[in-house]
Protein backbone atom coordinates (compact mmCIF):
# COMPACT_ATOMS: atom_id res chain seq x y z
CA UNK A 1 0.00 0.00 0.00
CA UNK A 2 1.81 3.36 -1.07
CA UNK A 3 1.89 6.32 0.89
CA UNK A 4 -0.88 8.18 -0.49
CA UNK A 5 -3.64 5.33 0.20
CA UNK A 6 -2.66 5.17 3.83
CA UNK A 7 -2.68 9.09 4.10
CA UNK A 8 -6.42 8.65 2.73
CA UNK A 9 -7.24 6.40 5.06
CA UNK A 10 -6.19 8.54 8.31
CA UNK A 11 -7.72 11.07 6.81
CA UNK A 12 -11.39 9.59 6.20
CA UNK A 13 -10.76 8.43 10.03
CA UNK A 14 -9.39 11.33 11.79
CA UNK A 15 -12.97 13.14 12.36
CA UNK A 16 -14.17 9.76 14.47
CA UNK A 17 -11.09 9.41 15.81
CA UNK A 18 -11.30 13.00 17.24
CA UNK A 19 -14.53 12.68 18.45
CA UNK A 20 -14.57 9.37 20.38
CA UNK A 21 -13.78 8.48 23.55
CA UNK A 22 -10.63 6.55 24.70
CA UNK A 23 -11.94 3.23 24.10
CA UNK A 24 -13.08 4.10 20.57
CA UNK A 25 -10.18 5.46 19.78
CA UNK A 26 -8.16 2.55 20.69
CA UNK A 27 -10.54 0.13 18.19
CA UNK A 28 -10.02 3.44 15.75
CA UNK A 29 -6.34 2.54 15.95
CA UNK A 30 -6.41 -1.06 15.60
CA UNK A 31 -8.32 -0.88 12.20
CA UNK A 32 -6.37 1.53 10.57
CA UNK A 33 -3.21 -0.31 11.57
CA UNK A 34 -4.46 -4.07 10.44
CA UNK A 35 -5.55 -2.47 6.73
CA UNK A 36 -2.43 -0.36 6.34
CA UNK A 37 0.09 -2.33 8.06
CA UNK A 38 1.61 0.57 10.04
CA UNK A 39 2.78 0.67 13.51
CA UNK A 40 0.30 1.78 16.01
CA UNK A 41 2.94 5.21 17.03
CA UNK A 42 3.32 5.91 13.49
CA UNK A 43 -0.33 6.06 12.62
CA UNK A 44 -0.68 8.38 16.39
CA UNK A 45 2.00 10.29 14.95
CA UNK A 46 0.29 11.20 11.54
CA UNK A 47 -3.58 11.60 12.67
CA UNK A 48 -1.78 14.40 15.08
CA UNK A 49 -0.40 15.60 12.02
CA UNK A 50 -3.69 15.74 10.38
CA UNK A 51 -5.36 17.50 13.09
CA UNK A 52 -2.47 20.29 13.21
CA UNK A 53 -1.86 21.05 9.39
CA UNK A 54 -2.93 24.52 8.71
CA UNK A 55 -5.22 24.15 5.49
CA UNK A 56 -3.09 26.65 3.58
CA UNK A 57 0.58 25.33 4.73
CA UNK A 58 -0.16 22.29 3.73
CA UNK A 59 1.96 18.93 5.72
CA UNK A 60 4.99 20.54 6.45
CA UNK A 61 7.97 18.91 8.56
CA UNK A 62 11.19 20.37 10.50
CA UNK A 63 11.57 23.95 11.58
CA UNK A 64 10.51 26.65 10.08
CA UNK A 65 11.82 29.13 7.10
CA UNK A 66 13.82 31.44 8.38
CA UNK A 67 15.27 33.09 5.03
CA UNK A 68 12.08 33.63 2.59
CA UNK A 69 11.70 34.08 -0.81
CA UNK A 70 11.98 37.56 -0.37
CA UNK A 71 15.57 37.30 1.43
CA UNK A 72 16.22 35.17 -1.36
CA UNK A 73 15.41 37.67 -3.92
CA UNK A 74 17.63 40.28 -2.28
CA UNK A 75 20.36 37.79 -2.05
CA UNK A 76 19.90 37.12 -5.52
CA UNK A 77 19.94 41.18 -6.71
CA UNK A 78 23.36 41.07 -4.64
CA UNK A 79 24.76 37.93 -6.72
CA UNK A 80 24.23 39.71 -9.74
CA UNK A 81 25.96 42.75 -8.89
CA UNK A 82 28.61 41.05 -7.81
CA UNK A 83 28.67 38.65 -11.15
CA UNK A 84 28.00 35.95 -9.92
CA UNK A 85 30.50 35.22 -7.50
CA UNK A 86 30.71 32.18 -5.06
CA UNK A 87 28.47 31.86 -2.02
CA UNK A 88 32.10 31.94 0.21
CA UNK A 89 33.41 35.30 -1.27
CA UNK A 90 29.89 36.76 -1.42
CA UNK A 91 29.10 36.60 2.31
CA UNK A 92 32.06 38.90 3.20
CA UNK A 93 30.83 42.15 0.94
CA UNK A 94 26.80 41.67 1.33
CA UNK A 95 26.92 44.26 3.50
CA UNK A 96 28.96 47.12 1.95
CA UNK A 97 27.01 46.24 -1.23
CA UNK A 98 23.93 46.93 0.43
CA UNK A 99 25.19 49.79 1.94
CA UNK A 100 26.00 51.19 -1.00
CA UNK A 101 23.05 50.31 -3.32
CA UNK A 102 20.77 52.00 -0.02
CA UNK A 103 22.76 55.40 -0.18
CA UNK A 104 21.92 55.39 -4.25
CA UNK A 105 18.36 54.50 -4.06
CA UNK A 106 19.07 51.07 -6.04
CA UNK A 107 17.72 48.87 -3.10
CA UNK A 108 13.99 47.60 -3.38
CA UNK A 109 13.63 45.02 -0.41
CA UNK A 110 12.20 45.42 2.71
CA UNK A 111 13.55 46.43 6.50
CA UNK A 112 12.76 42.94 7.54
CA UNK A 113 14.24 41.12 4.29
CA UNK A 114 17.45 43.32 4.59
CA UNK A 115 18.36 42.69 8.05
CA UNK A 116 17.78 39.09 7.25
CA UNK A 117 20.14 39.54 4.54
CA UNK A 118 22.45 40.93 6.76
CA UNK A 119 22.36 37.96 9.48
CA UNK A 120 22.96 35.19 6.72
CA UNK A 121 25.87 32.69 7.80
CA UNK A 122 28.41 32.15 5.51
CA UNK A 123 27.18 28.16 4.65
CA UNK A 124 23.37 29.41 3.90
CA UNK A 125 25.09 32.24 1.55
CA UNK A 126 26.98 28.93 -0.67
CA UNK A 127 23.79 26.96 -0.45
CA UNK A 128 21.62 29.79 -2.17
CA UNK A 129 24.15 30.49 -4.43
CA UNK A 130 24.65 27.21 -5.46
CA UNK A 131 21.35 27.18 -6.19
CA UNK A 132 21.48 30.65 -8.54
CA UNK A 133 24.10 29.04 -10.47
CA UNK A 134 23.69 28.19 -14.24
CA UNK A 135 25.68 25.62 -16.12
CA UNK A 136 28.38 26.74 -18.30
CA UNK A 137 30.62 25.03 -21.04
CA UNK A 138 34.23 25.79 -20.21
CA UNK A 139 37.02 26.23 -22.92
CA UNK A 140 40.72 26.19 -22.67
CA UNK A 141 42.71 29.40 -25.24
CA UNK A 142 45.82 28.80 -26.75
CA UNK A 143 49.19 29.95 -25.47
CA UNK A 144 50.89 32.33 -27.74
CA UNK A 145 54.24 32.83 -25.91
CA UNK A 146 57.50 32.06 -26.83
CA UNK A 147 60.54 31.92 -25.50
CA UNK A 148 62.87 35.53 -26.27
CA UNK A 149 66.78 35.13 -27.41
CA UNK A 150 67.48 38.08 -25.03
CA UNK A 151 65.69 36.05 -21.98
CA UNK A 152 69.37 36.10 -20.28
CA UNK A 153 69.11 39.86 -19.63
CA UNK A 154 66.07 39.62 -17.20
CA UNK A 155 66.79 37.49 -14.26
CA UNK A 156 64.48 34.84 -13.35
CA UNK A 157 62.03 35.20 -9.78
CA UNK A 158 60.71 32.48 -8.11
CA UNK A 159 59.68 33.98 -4.59
CA UNK A 160 58.72 33.90 -2.40
CA UNK A 161 55.88 36.55 -2.74
CA UNK A 162 53.92 36.31 0.16
CA UNK A 163 55.97 38.79 2.33
CA UNK A 164 56.63 41.09 -0.73
CA UNK A 165 54.34 44.44 -0.11
CA UNK A 166 52.13 46.00 -2.77
CA UNK A 167 53.64 47.50 -6.12
CA UNK A 168 55.00 43.63 -6.79
CA UNK A 169 52.84 42.94 -9.49
CA UNK A 170 52.75 39.93 -12.20
CA UNK A 171 52.31 40.62 -16.43
CA UNK A 172 50.79 38.79 -18.60
CA UNK A 173 49.48 38.73 -22.01
CA UNK A 174 46.04 37.13 -23.17
CA UNK A 175 45.00 36.13 -26.75
CA UNK A 176 41.54 36.73 -28.11
CA UNK A 177 42.44 35.05 -31.27
CA UNK A 178 39.21 32.73 -31.08
CA UNK A 179 40.66 29.29 -32.27
CA UNK A 180 43.38 30.20 -34.33
CA UNK A 181 46.78 32.22 -33.59
CA UNK A 182 47.15 33.56 -37.55
CA UNK A 183 46.68 36.99 -38.19
CA UNK A 184 46.13 40.15 -36.64
CA UNK A 185 43.93 40.34 -33.32
CA UNK A 186 43.66 42.41 -30.10
CA UNK A 187 45.36 41.02 -26.79
CA UNK A 188 44.91 42.48 -23.41
CA UNK A 189 47.73 42.80 -20.74
CA UNK A 190 46.76 41.67 -17.17
CA UNK A 191 49.04 43.26 -14.34
CA UNK A 192 47.98 41.77 -10.93
CA UNK A 193 49.38 42.55 -8.10
CA UNK A 194 50.87 39.97 -5.66
CA UNK A 195 49.98 41.41 -2.22
CA UNK A 196 46.26 43.14 -2.60
CA UNK A 197 45.44 41.03 -5.75
CA UNK A 198 45.15 44.78 -7.53
CA UNK A 199 44.18 44.13 -11.02
CA UNK A 200 44.90 46.67 -13.83
CA UNK A 201 44.01 45.99 -17.02
CA UNK A 202 44.92 46.97 -20.74
CA UNK A 203 43.50 45.98 -24.27
CA UNK A 204 46.01 46.78 -27.25
CA UNK A 205 46.23 45.61 -31.22
CA UNK A 206 49.10 42.52 -31.14
CA UNK A 207 52.07 41.95 -29.01
CA UNK A 208 54.54 44.87 -30.58
CA UNK A 209 56.67 46.11 -28.20
CA UNK A 210 55.81 49.83 -28.21
CA UNK A 211 51.79 48.37 -27.86
CA UNK A 212 53.19 46.48 -25.09
CA UNK A 213 55.37 49.33 -23.18
CA UNK A 214 52.07 51.48 -23.95
CA UNK A 215 50.22 49.07 -21.59
CA UNK A 216 53.21 49.48 -19.22
CA UNK A 217 52.50 52.94 -19.07
CA UNK A 218 48.79 52.87 -18.29
CA UNK A 219 49.76 50.35 -15.69
CA UNK A 220 52.07 53.17 -14.04
CA UNK A 221 49.25 55.63 -14.42
CA UNK A 222 46.80 53.78 -13.02
CA UNK A 223 48.03 52.00 -9.75
CA UNK A 224 47.47 53.93 -6.69
CA UNK A 225 50.51 53.17 -5.23
CA UNK A 226 54.15 53.06 -6.31
CA UNK A 227 55.36 50.00 -9.20
CA UNK A 228 58.33 48.18 -7.69
CA UNK A 229 58.37 44.97 -9.79
CA UNK A 230 56.87 43.71 -13.05
CA UNK A 231 57.28 40.30 -13.61
CA UNK A 232 56.28 38.94 -16.76
CA UNK A 233 56.66 35.22 -17.92
CA UNK A 234 59.40 34.56 -21.01
CA UNK A 235 56.92 36.02 -23.87
CA UNK A 236 59.18 38.84 -26.29
CA UNK A 237 56.56 41.51 -25.68
CA UNK A 238 58.39 42.19 -22.17
CA UNK A 239 62.14 40.45 -22.69
CA UNK A 240 63.44 42.95 -24.56
CA UNK A 241 65.26 45.85 -25.05
CA UNK A 242 62.60 48.16 -25.14
CA UNK A 243 61.01 47.26 -22.04
CA UNK A 244 63.88 46.74 -20.05
CA UNK A 245 65.15 50.46 -20.52
CA UNK A 246 61.71 51.56 -19.85
CA UNK A 247 61.66 49.41 -16.72
CA UNK A 248 64.76 51.12 -15.61
CA UNK A 249 64.20 54.59 -16.60
CA UNK A 250 61.38 54.13 -13.77
CA UNK A 251 63.10 52.56 -11.62
CA UNK A 252 60.87 49.63 -11.86
CA UNK A 253 62.74 46.17 -11.10
CA UNK A 254 61.67 43.54 -14.29
CA UNK A 255 62.00 39.78 -13.68
CA UNK A 256 60.92 36.75 -15.49
CA UNK A 257 59.32 33.56 -14.57
CA UNK A 258 60.88 30.39 -15.49
CA UNK A 259 59.97 28.91 -18.98
CA UNK A 260 57.41 26.48 -18.78
CA UNK A 261 56.16 27.18 -15.30
CA UNK A 262 53.46 28.23 -14.59
CA UNK A 263 53.52 28.14 -10.99
CA UNK A 264 55.71 31.38 -11.09
CA UNK A 265 52.95 33.27 -12.57
CA UNK A 266 50.41 32.15 -10.71
CA UNK A 267 48.37 35.10 -9.48
CA UNK A 268 47.76 36.66 -13.24
CA UNK A 269 47.78 33.42 -14.85
CA UNK A 270 44.67 32.67 -12.18
CA UNK A 271 43.14 36.44 -12.77
CA UNK A 272 43.77 35.67 -16.88
CA UNK A 273 40.31 33.00 -16.41
CA UNK A 274 38.70 34.50 -13.60
CA UNK A 275 38.78 38.34 -14.96
CA UNK A 276 39.64 38.57 -19.01
CA UNK A 277 37.79 35.07 -19.60
CA UNK A 278 35.04 35.09 -17.79
CA UNK A 279 34.08 38.76 -18.73
CA UNK A 280 34.98 38.41 -22.91
CA UNK A 281 35.08 34.34 -22.98
CA UNK A 282 37.31 32.81 -26.06
CA UNK A 283 36.17 35.62 -29.19
CA UNK A 284 37.91 36.13 -31.81
CA UNK A 285 38.94 40.06 -31.67
CA UNK A 286 40.53 40.75 -35.26
CA UNK A 287 39.54 44.43 -35.90
CA UNK A 288 41.60 47.42 -34.41
CA UNK A 289 38.40 49.38 -33.49
CA UNK A 290 37.49 47.09 -30.80
CA UNK A 291 41.13 48.01 -28.99
CA UNK A 292 39.09 51.38 -27.54
CA UNK A 293 36.09 49.75 -26.39
CA UNK A 294 38.53 47.01 -24.56
CA UNK A 295 40.45 50.01 -22.78
CA UNK A 296 36.84 51.96 -21.97
CA UNK A 297 35.61 48.41 -20.29
CA UNK A 298 38.62 47.77 -18.54
CA UNK A 299 38.26 51.32 -17.16
CA UNK A 300 34.80 50.44 -15.35
CA UNK A 301 35.99 46.76 -14.98
CA UNK A 302 39.20 47.47 -12.89
CA UNK A 303 37.08 49.91 -10.40
CA UNK A 304 34.38 46.89 -10.17
CA UNK A 305 36.99 43.99 -9.39
CA UNK A 306 39.27 46.05 -7.13
CA UNK A 307 36.95 47.85 -4.80
CA UNK A 308 33.91 45.27 -4.77
CA UNK A 309 34.75 41.91 -5.94
CA UNK A 310 36.52 39.65 -2.78
CA UNK A 311 39.42 37.07 -3.30
CA UNK A 312 40.35 34.85 -0.83
CA UNK A 313 44.45 33.85 -1.10
CA UNK A 314 45.76 30.35 -1.28
CA UNK A 315 47.56 29.63 2.12
CA UNK A 316 49.04 26.35 1.52
CA UNK A 317 48.75 23.50 -1.23
CA UNK A 318 50.16 20.46 -0.87
CA UNK A 319 50.14 17.16 -3.24
CA UNK A 320 48.07 14.16 -2.02
CA UNK A 321 48.99 11.26 -4.44
CA UNK A 322 47.63 12.97 -8.30
CA UNK A 323 45.06 15.73 -6.07
CA UNK A 324 46.37 18.87 -4.37
CA UNK A 325 44.96 20.15 -0.93
CA UNK A 326 44.32 23.70 -1.15
CA UNK A 327 43.93 25.64 2.43
CA UNK A 328 42.36 28.96 2.01
CA UNK A 329 42.43 32.27 4.21
CA UNK A 330 39.03 31.47 6.12
CA UNK A 331 37.96 34.77 5.08
CA UNK A 332 37.80 36.62 1.69
CA UNK A 333 39.05 40.55 1.04
CA UNK A 334 38.21 42.88 -1.53
CA UNK A 335 41.49 44.04 -2.90
CA UNK A 336 40.67 48.02 -1.41
CA UNK A 337 40.09 46.37 2.02
CA UNK A 338 43.63 45.02 1.79
CA UNK A 339 45.32 47.83 0.66
CA UNK A 340 43.40 49.66 3.29
CA UNK A 341 44.57 47.18 6.25
CA UNK A 342 48.68 47.39 4.84
CA UNK A 343 51.07 49.13 7.19
CA UNK A 344 53.23 49.77 4.39
CA UNK A 345 50.94 52.45 2.26
CA UNK A 346 50.98 55.94 3.50
CA UNK A 347 47.79 57.29 4.59
CA UNK A 348 47.55 59.41 1.87
CA UNK A 349 47.27 56.89 -0.76
CA UNK A 350 44.78 55.17 1.70
CA UNK A 351 42.89 58.32 1.52
CA UNK A 352 42.79 59.04 -2.22
CA UNK A 353 41.30 55.70 -2.85
CA UNK A 354 38.87 55.46 0.01
CA UNK A 355 37.34 59.09 -1.00
CA UNK A 356 37.19 56.97 -4.81
CA UNK A 357 35.21 54.05 -3.06
CA UNK A 358 32.58 56.88 -1.68
CA UNK A 359 31.95 57.34 -5.61
CA UNK A 360 31.28 53.75 -6.67
CA UNK A 361 28.65 51.71 -7.00
CA UNK A 362 28.77 48.35 -8.02
CA UNK A 363 25.49 47.83 -9.28
CA UNK A 364 25.63 51.21 -12.14
CA UNK A 365 29.20 49.52 -12.69
CA UNK A 366 27.78 46.31 -13.43
CA UNK A 367 25.33 47.40 -15.88
CA UNK A 368 28.07 50.03 -17.21
CA UNK A 369 30.02 46.74 -18.30
CA UNK A 370 27.20 44.47 -19.34
CA UNK A 371 26.60 47.49 -21.82
CA UNK A 372 30.30 47.49 -23.06
CA UNK A 373 30.53 44.18 -23.56
CA UNK A 374 26.87 44.00 -25.66
CA UNK A 375 28.99 46.70 -28.04
CA UNK A 376 32.09 44.69 -28.20
CA UNK A 377 29.93 41.27 -29.49
CA UNK A 378 27.98 43.37 -31.49
CA UNK A 379 30.88 44.93 -33.75
CA UNK A 380 32.38 41.55 -33.77
CA UNK A 381 29.42 39.97 -35.03
CA UNK A 382 28.88 42.93 -37.51
CA UNK A 383 32.67 42.86 -38.78
CA UNK A 384 32.18 38.49 -38.91
CA UNK A 385 28.99 39.04 -40.69
CA UNK A 386 30.57 41.11 -43.25
CA UNK A 387 34.00 39.09 -43.92
CA UNK A 388 31.89 35.73 -43.70
CA UNK A 389 33.68 34.21 -40.81
CA UNK A 390 32.04 32.48 -37.99
CA UNK A 391 34.85 32.72 -35.23
CA UNK A 392 34.22 30.91 -32.20
CA UNK A 393 33.57 32.41 -28.60
Avoid at 56 to 74: C, E, H, I, K, S
Avoid at 89 to 106: A, N, P, S
Avoid at 139 to 165: E, N, Q, V
Wanted: aromatic residues 8%; glycine residues 8%; hydrophobic residues 30%.
Amino acid sequence: MNMATKREICEEKLGEYLKASTQRKGEILNSICEVTGMHRKAVIRKLKRLQMKHPLLGDQRGRPTVYTPDVDAALRDIWDVSNELCGELLHGVIGEYVRILKRDGDWRHSAEATNKLLAIGKRTVRRRCENFEKERGARKGLSSTKPSALKSIIPIFKGPWKDLPPGNGQLDTVAHCGSSLLGDMAFSVNYTDACLYWVILCGQWNKGQEATLESMRRIKRRLPFPWLMGHPDTGSEFVNWLAKDWFEQEKIRLTRSEPGKKNDNMYVEERNGHVVRKYLGYERFDIPQIVPLLNELYEKLEDYLDHFIPVRRTLSKERMGARYIRTYEKDAHTPYARLLAHPALPDEIKRRVRDRHETLNPKKLKQEIDGIIDRIMKLTRETQGRNGSKGRG
